[in-house]
C-alpha cells in the first residue's frame, strides 16, 4: 500500500504528455506489478504503460508478472491475475535489481 501511495503521488505530478518512471529494488510483485496494475487501473484512460524497448535497446530485461499469488488477511493463497500489466518489462541492469516501469500520462 505504500508503494502504491508514492507512485499514485509522484503521478499527480507527471505533466500531461510526461512519462513517469516507477522504479524498486525489489522483485516482490506486490511492490512492482500489483503497483503499476493498480496505477493503470485507477487511473484507466489517463495513463498508459509504455514500451521502451527501442529507446534502450541494451538494457537487460525479463517481462513481467501479471499473475502472482496475494495471502488474504485469513492467510488463505489467492492468485491474482491481472492481464493490463502484460507489457511490463523488469530489467536486471545492476545488482541490486533495478525494476523500472514507464507510465505515460
Not at 507489457?87 to 536486471?92: E, K, M, N, Q
Request: hydrophobic letters at 45%; glycine letters at 6%; charged letters at 20%.
Amino acid at each position: 500500500m505504500l508503494q502504491l501511495s508514492i507512485a499514485a503521488r509522484g503521478l499527480a505530478r507527471v505533466k500531461v504528455g510526461g512519462m513517469m518512471v516507477y522504479s524498486t529494488c525489489s522483485f516482490n510483485p506486490a511492490e512492482n506489478e500489483a503497483v503499476v496494475a493498480a496505477l493503470l487501473r485507477n487511473h484507466a484512460g489517463i495513463v498508459e504503460l509504455v514500451d521502451v524497448s527501442d529507446r534502450l535497446p541494451k538494457l537487460k530485461r525479463r517481462p513481467g508478472m501479471y499473475t502472482w499469488p496475494v495471502v488474504d488477511k485469513d492467510l488463505n493463497l489467492l492468485t491474482r491475475d491481472d492481464p493490463g500489466v502484460r507489457g511490463i518489462v523488469v530489467p536486471f541492469a545492476h545488482d541490486p535489481p533495478l525494476c523500472v516501469f514507464i507510465v505515460n500520462s
